[in-house]
C-alpha cells in the first residue's frame, strides 16, 4: 500500500485532535492479514495496514459476530464477538507504531472529500510520505459560532509531521468494561497525531 497524497483536518471549528486523510493506490484485503497475541490484544499488519482486537472471552462486540483470524503461529483462532480498540492501545502495548486514520482507495472519494474508512495504518507508512501530505495555508485560533477568529498563517517553507504524545489509557474502549487483562485507566499509550515543522524546525501543534 502507498500513500498517493493525504491532507490534515485540523478540525478547525471544533476541539477534536487533528487527523489524517489519506489516499492510497490500494486497501490489501484484511482476509490476508496474520496476527499477533499479546495477553489479550490481537494485532496485525500487512503493507502499512493495521488490523487488530482486544479480546479474552466471547463478548458482545460487533453486535457478537465471528472473526476467524490467521495467526503468527500457523493456527487459526474464532474470536467471538471481540472488542474494537485504538492505536493508542496497540502504541502502548509495544507493537509496531501506528495511527488512527480515515483511508480510501476510491478516487471520486478522494475528490469529493467524504466517504472515508476509518481505519489505522503504520507511522512508518506515513513518515514516508510525509512530502505528498497537505497542512493547508493556515490554522483559526479561535471561533465563535458566527465568524473565522484570528488565523496563524504556516510560513512558507512549513512541513507535515507527525507528534508523538503520551497519555493515561482509557482502557481498549467498552473492552475494558469486559476483561481484567485490557490496558486499564492509568496505563500508558503512546498517540501519533498530524503537527506541522515550520521553516527553522520549530514544531507547531494545535493546543
Given at each position: 500500500?502507498?500513500?498517493?497524497?493525504?491532507?490534515?483536518?485540523?478540525?478547525?471549528?471544533?476541539?477534536?485532535?487533528?487527523?489524517?486523510?489519506?489516499?492510497?493506490?490500494?486497501?490489501?484485503?484484511?482476509d490476508d492479514m496474520v496476527y499477533t497475541k499479546k495477553d489479550g490484544l490481537y494485532f496485525s499488519e500487512l503493507d502499512g495496514l493495521v488490523s487488530f482486537f482486544s479480546y479474552d472471552r466471547p463478548g458482545q462486540g460487533f453486535s457478537g459476530s465471528g472473526y476467524t483470524l490467521d495467526m503468527d503461529d500457523g493456527t487459526i483462532v474464532v474470536l467471538s464477538g471481540p472488542w474494537s480498540s485504538r492505536a493508542g492501545c496497540m502504541n502502548g502495548a509495544g507493537f509496531t507504531p501506528c495511527l488512527d486514520v480515515s483511508l480510501t482507495d476510491d478516487e471520486r472519494a478522494w475528490a469529493k472529500g467524504y466517504t472515508f474508512l476509518s481505519s489505522t495504518v503504520t507511522k512508518e507508512l506515513v513518515d514516508e510520505a510525509r512530502d505528498r501530505i497537505e497542512i493547508g495555508e493556515y490554522f483559526v485560533r479561535s471561533w465563535n459560532g458566527k465568524e473565522r477568529g484570528d488565523r496563524f498563517y504556516f510560513p512558507p517553507g512549513s512541513k507535515f509531521t507527525l507528534v508523538s504524545r503520551n497519555r493515561k489509557s482509557r482502557g481498549t474502549d467498552m473492552s475494558a468494561q469486559q476483561s481484567n487483562s485490557m490496558p486499564s485507566s492509568g496505563d500508558e499509550e503512546t498517540v501519533y497525531e498530524p503537527a506541522v515543522e515550520l521553516y527553522g524546525g520549530e514544531i507547531w501543534t494545535k493546543e
Open positions: 500500500m502507498r500513500i498517493i497524497a493525504g491532507k490534515v483536518d485540523w478540525y478547525q471549528e471544533y476541539a477534536n485532535r487533528p487527523q489524517l486523510r489519506l489516499f492510497v493506490d490500494e486497501i490489501p484485503n484484511r
